[in-house]
């Protein structure tokens, strides 16, 4: 597997980098997990990626519906928070057949919640804690997601000059 380690030393950076990374995979299914502690930062994430691709509206954590989905034209992006699950096979009940064997972006927090029942996605997303800032670390399953995440630690890097 592949890996991109990239520091955040704000929400604003958080916010450009999930943004980056929704233009890089923008139309294509993808599968994200996020990793990380409560208050880590995993939907401020998921809320820069909705605006990288043009969302406008509010975008809370799914952490007593579950499930969020936003509709953007032919892509749906669906926003699951699983800490509140018990068993992996309650998925089955909210849709997630359909969620996960559709031309869909879906961005999971607390995908071990789900362990068993969730498919193999194509980014790991980890955050730490550090300092006032996050450390991320991005691991990718294919070498094409690869490059699209050095592109956006580079835009980072470049930002944060």
Same mark, same amino acid.
């Given at each position: 597997?592949?890996?991109?380690?990239?520091?955040?030393?704000?929400?604003?950076?958080?916010?450009?980098?999930?943004?980056?990374?929704?233009?890089?995979?923008?139309?294509?299914?993808?599968?994200?997990?996020?990793?990380?502690?409560?208050?880590?930062?995993?939907?401020?994430?998921?809320?820069?990626? /909705?605006?990288? +691709? *043009?969302?406008?509206?509010?975008?809370?954590?799914?952490?007593?519906? #579950? %499930? !969020?989905?936003?509709?953007? &034209?032919?892509?749906?992006?669906?926003?699951?928070?699983?800490?509140?699950?018990?068993?992996?096979?309650? /998925?089955?009940? +909210? *849709?997630?057949?359909?969620?996960?064997?559709?031309?869909?972006?879906? #961005? %999971? !927090?607390?995908?071990?919640? &789900?362990?068993?029942?969730?498919?193999?996605?194509?980014?790991?997303?980890?955050?730490?804690?550090?300092?006032?800032?996050?450390?991320?670390?991005?691991?990718?399953?294919?070498?094409?997601?690869?490059?699209? %995440?050095?592109?956006?630690?580079?835009?980072?890097?470049?930002?944060?000059?």
């Amino acid at each position: 597997m592949n890996e991109q380690t990239v520091y955040c030393s704000s929400e604003q950076q958080q916010m450009l980098l999930g943004g980056c990374l929704a233009q890089a995979f923008a139309g294509r299914p993808l599968l994200i997990f996020l990793h990380g502690d409560l208050g880590a930062g995993k939907t401020t994430l998921v809320r820069g990626y /909705l605006r990288g +691709l *043009g969302y406008e509206g509010a975008v809370r954590s799914p952490t007593y519906t #579950l %499930v !969020e989905p936003y509709p953007l &034209g032919d892509l749906t992006v669906y926003h699951l928070d699983l800490y509140r699950l018990s068993d992996p096979e309650e /998925l089955e009940f +909210l *849709g997630g057949r359909e969620i996960f064997s559709g031309n869909h972006q879906v #961005l %999971v !927090e607390w995908p071990e919640k &789900g362990r068993g029942w969730l498919p193999e996605p194509d980014l790991h997303l980890i955050l730490h804690h550090r300092g006032h800032g996050r450390r991320l670390e991005l691991r990718c399953k294919t070498v094409d997601c690869m490059r699209q %995440v050095a592109r956006c630690a580079a835009l980072l890097s470049e930002a944060e000059s």
